[in-house]
């Protein structure tokens, strides 16, 4: 405890020194982080190789490509970004400076994940750093070789003092929450985010939940079904189904059911080939309390395809089930894992009710070649992001926000939006001096004619 | 659960989509603007009799700012409900990328009794802008605005999306049990911790929050300014509603040569505004309750009474009040003064009075006056606050442009103009794609190669300026 007390003072004591402030620091400090990616590029493919049997190619576009592209973008809109913004101002400001300026919160701790665990800690860092603060990072232990590298190489690249590493389990992240942040952002589950949330009320801290749920994904009788389901199955099937905004669960017309199935069958064979499980592609479940987890969820469901395991190598092939009750416990907990339930509904109004029946997803999906009802479906429902005729791909649009709402989520990061969530937008209003009679009107005695002024 | 019916009510309306249109917002914010004309002479008394507010002060921060905000929202509301599109990458040309501003659902605002109608009604209008349903909670300790407020408000406004719920501490907390979809809280922070307590309530429901909190407002003063007009401006925002403004200069901070300038020039000032007896001006405000008044005149004992310092508890009345060479260890010091004494606390220099402030929890307002424009700016840069003024007090917050809010103990998120809006929307993010075209989407899928991958990489990366993008 005295370590992380330790540890986190000294961030604050760096932070106090007024060093993170200068553009110029920032810049030089998101260099050494970009020099780290390219340098360290094999040792960060190997760990999350050995933490989730991710793949070269997979990693590299699933963990590396955006964090590059987020440095690049934070190193050029910085000097646009950090500028004051001047406001438009009224009759008795005409002659006054008023804007808001952008300052740094102090020190912010970053909590990750470890689905994605070497992004999911770089991009809120690196819009951390962007905005001038001091940051505790505290990684995953679960992906605990990508926790490990990341407590290597940081200090080996940027600023000791200001940019620190935490290691550990439960313990360690309670500990480590009952100290004074001035911003944190949690990646991870609901219950936790609760957790997270209660220890931040005690120090009055902004908390960013980037949290989880059971994102839907409706598929309307009008569409190009085999296109649907391909797309479909890259986003489910990625990373094992272990992805925050995988679509969770279909909801479709009974009469389609059957061919989605085919579909998703015959695009799962072209991913992957005749044995998925030797596929270089196709990743594993992280650890076995989630493998029993997930095999738990199968319990009692008609499997249309798939549903063979292999603990030793916690493999759970790419799974789909058919005619799934509403009730049963598949559709009751995201399911983080490659099984993908089918819900059958009659239309779309019933499903747009099974949705908002529930809590707000991170990511809701549509696939229709009906415009109308696509537009009926986001203005009718409530979601963190959503992406119509695809999915996972809102994500990577580069000036979108990325953030849950309800169970899901509060707040949003990503490019501009993190600059904006680690920063304090402070207002400014600086008047002359002179020029009291301007003022005159508002002083006591009061007058009403002057109130009509 | 007495308020579980209530909540299910104003949420399944929502649900329905009923806030949603436009015309339905405006109308509702509309209907706000008759009340604040309808019942400006219900409100003028009900200010004046909860803190003897001058009909001049409530007319100008419970009614004039008030509508300054539903005019610019609803002359804005239009472009800020819009879809936000964005710009997009190669490999997204042809599709449709925004952010949409959804409601959140059912909002409860939680106000406070020192300017009991604008800190419920500007959240109120923000809450409304951006389609949600609200449940407005008044304080109970401002009553005759509180009974005003839940008698007349709802006949304004669409019962099936909001709502008024009066009571005190057991009925807040009643209140709280249930789920809320946003809580926009004003009040205190320290004693009692209610933001920590409201924050740890929202927690169990992932509740978002914004709160409006307090804290000591440094005000500092360098030697060279005018101090005729430092010391009106000062005493027009230390004084105003009886120094129960969580805006107000809290406490001043100059050296000894500067405070026995300012000393006449502040007296001279109380008595151009409040005449030389400002108990009998009607343009001076009481303190809200016995318990308040109690507080605050333990204050008076800290460094010496130089100005003012006469109180009257019948009618709750302390007079305008400046305590010089107020230290550090002084009760004056030890909270909020929410009252009308301004503490002056001695410094040797600007960096002297740049550590205090540094050294205490982050402000809600932080105020420097100098002619030297150098001066005003390094109080800017070296510190932390909410919100800053320089050579004047509270204005800033009278401009809709800019966010109103605190940082660290004096709270987090902020409000006033768009920022309302933008605090009581969640922004989603939307991508609309078109089914065609699935060639374009060949290099995503397994199996994975390295072709593939360069091919992903030159659609959507983005290159440093200057950077040869020749493979």
Same mark, same amino acid.
Request: hydrophobic letters at 40%; glycine letters at 8%.
């Given at each position: ?69 987020? &440095? ?34 102090? #020190? ?12 999911? #800690? ?47 389990? #439960? ?37 960013? &939940?980037? &949290? ?63 044995? #998925? ?155 002359? &001096? ?20 | ?26 109308? $509702? ?69 925004? +952010? ?37 909670? =008044? ?6 605005? *509180? ?35 946003? +809580? ?12 920590? +307590? ?19 407002? =440094? ?23 009886? /120094? ?35 108990? *009998?001006? =009607?343009?001076?405000?009481?303190? @809200?309750?016995?318990? $308040?008044? $109690?507080?605050?005149? !333990?204050?008076?004992?800290?460094? !010496?009474?130089?100005? /003012? ?8 009345? +302390? ?17 909020? @003064? ?7 606390? @001695? ?12 050294? !205490?929890?982050? =402000? ?22 909410? /919100? ?40 989603? /993010? ?19 190669? $390295? ?21």
């Amino acid at each position: 405890m005295e370590r992380m007390q330790q540890i986190v003072g000294r961030a604050r004591a760096a932070f106090k020194s007024g060093r993170s402030r200068p553009l110029e620091f920032r810049i030089q400090q998101l260099k050494a982080l970009e020099r780290m990616v390219q340098e360290k590029e094999k040792e960060i493919l190997a760990a999350l190789k050995a933490d989730l049997n991710k793949s070269g190619p997979s990693a590299y576009s699933q963990e590396i490509l955006g964090v590059l592209r987020e &440095l690049v973008t934070a190193m050029e809109k910085l000097p646009a970004w950090a500028a004051p913004q001047h406001v438009k101002k009224d009759l008795l400001s005409i002659r006054d400076e008023a804007y808001i300026n952008y300052e740094p919160l102090g #020190v912010v701790l970053v909590i990750g994940a470890w689905n994605y665990p070497f992004v999911l #800690v770089m991009m809120p860092l690196i819009g951390a750093i962007a905005a001038g603060n001091a940051v505790v990072v505290k990684p995953s232990e679960v992906s605990e070789n990508t926790a490990q590298l990341v407590a290597e190489l940081l200090p080996q690249y940027l600023d000791k003092d200001l940019y620190a590493v935490v290691t550990g389990g #439960v313990p360690e992240t309670t500990e480590l929450l009952t100290l004074r942040f001035d911003h944190i952002l949690y990646t991870g589950s609901s219950s936790v985010g609760r957790i997270v949330m209660a220890a931040a009320a005690k120090h009055l801290t902004p908390v960013t &939940l980037e &949290l989880g749920g059971k994102s839907p994904c409706y598929i309307d009788k009008d569409c190009d079904l085999a296109v649907a389901c391909r797309r479909i199955t890259w986003g489910k099937y990625m990373n094992c189904g272990q992805t925050c905004i995988a679509p969770d669960y279909i909801l479709c017309d009974p009469s389609i059911q059957g061919k989605v199935v085919e579909n998703i069958k015959a695009t799962l064979k072209e991913f992957y080939g005749e044995d #998925v499980k030797s596929s270089p592609d196709y990743e594993r479940i992280i650890n076995k309390r989630h493998f029993k987890r997930i095999l738990g969820l199968l319990e009692g469901q008609k499997i249309a395809f798939g549903g063979e395991t292999d603990e030793a190598s916690r493999f759970i092939a790419p799974t789909i089930l058919t005619d799934v009750s509403p009730e049963s416990k598949v559709m009751e907990e995201e399911i983080f894992g490659p099984v993908l339930p089918i819900v059958t509904v009659k239309s779309v109004d019933e499903a747009i009710e099974f949705i908002n029946l529930r809590e707000k997803p991170l990511a809701l999906y549509v696939f229709s070649n009906n415009k109308h009802l696509i537009r009926r479906v986001i203005s009718e429902t409530s979601s963190g992001g959503m992406t119509a005729n695809d999915v996972i791909m809102h994500s990577v649009v580069p000036n979108l926000p990325f953030g849950g709402v309800g169970h899901s989520g509060m707040g949003a990061y990503l490019g501009k939006f993190s600059f904006e969530t680690f920063s304090h937008r402070r207002a400014c209003l600086i008047k002359d &001096l002179r020029l009291e009679v301007v003022n005159k009107v508002r002083y006591p005695p009061g007058s009403m004619e002057m109130m009509h002024l | 659960n007495p308020f579980a019916g209530l909540v299910s009510h104003l949420r399944a309306s929502w649900l329905n989509g009923k806030t949603r249109p436009m015309e339905y917002r405006v109308a $509702q914010l509309e209907a706000l603007g008759r009340f604040l004309d309808e019942k400006k002479q219900e409100i003028l008394e009900a200010t004046a009799s909860d803190l003897g507010k001058a009909p001049f002060e409530t007319e100008l921060s419970e009614i004039l700012l008030c509508k300054n905000e539903l005019h610019a929202t609803l002359n804005n509301l239009s472009r800020w409900m819009k879809d936000e599109h964005v710009d997009k990458n190669l490999a997204m040309q042809l599709d449709s990328a925004f +952010i949409r501003k959804d409601p959140y659902g059912v909002v409860l605002i939680i106000a406070p009794w020192n300017y009991p109608i604008h800190l419920f009604l500007v959240p109120l209008i923000g809450a409304i802008a951006a389609g949600n349903s609200v449940i407005v909670k =008044p304080s109970e300790v401002s009553k005759k605005t *509180e009974r005003l407020v839940a008698e007349a408000l709802p006949g304004y406004l669409d019962k099936d999306c909001f709502a008024v719920v009066t009571g005190g501490v057991q009925d807040t907390t009643r209140l709280l049990e249930n789920k809320f979809d946003y +809580i926009f809280f004003t009040g205190t922070s320290c004693s009692p911790p209610v933001g920590r +307590i409201i924050m740890t309530a929202a927690a169990k429901h992932l509740t978002p929050v914004t709160l409006e909190l307090g804290g000591k407002n =440094p005000c500092y003063v360098s030697d060279t300014c005018d101090v005729t007009n430092v010391a009106r401006r000062v005493a027009w925002g230390r004084f105003f509603n009886a /120094g129960q403004t969580c805006i107000a200069p809290d406490y001043l901070l100059c050296t000894v040569e500067m405070q026995e300038k300012l000393l006449p020039a502040l007296q001279k000032a109380i008595e151009d505004f409040y005449g030389p007896n400002p108990r *009998e001006s =009607p343009d001076f405000g009481r303190i @809200v309750s016995d318990k $308040q008044f $109690q507080r605050v005149q !333990r204050l008076l004992g800290s460094g !010496r009474v130089a100005l /003012g310092g006469q109180t009257d508890e019948a009618e709750r009345y +302390i007079a305008p009040t400046v305590l010089a060479d107020v230290l550090p260890s002084d009760p004056a010091m030890q909270e909020e @003064v929410f009252g009308p004494i301004l503490p002056i606390v @001695v410094i040797a220099n600007m960096d002297e009075a740049i550590d205090f402030i540094n050294a !205490r929890p982050r =402000p809600l307002a932080i105020y420097a006056f100098s002619s030297n424009d150098k001066v005003v700016n390094q109080v800017l840069e070296r510190t932390s606050s909410g /919100g800053f003024c320089g050579n004047d007090t509270l204005m800033h917050v009278t401009l809709t442009s800019l966010p109103f809010g605190g940082i660290g103990n004096s709270g987090l998120g902020m409000y006033h103009g768009k920022f309302s809006f933008d605090t009581f929307s969640h922004r989603r /993010g939307c991508l609309k794609r078109g089914m065609g075209r699935e060639p374009l989407n060949a290099p995503r899928y397994p199996p994975y190669s $390295q072709q593939n991958f360069r091919v992903i990489q030159a659609t959507s990366r983005v290159t440093r300026k200057n950077d040869c993008t020749l493979l």
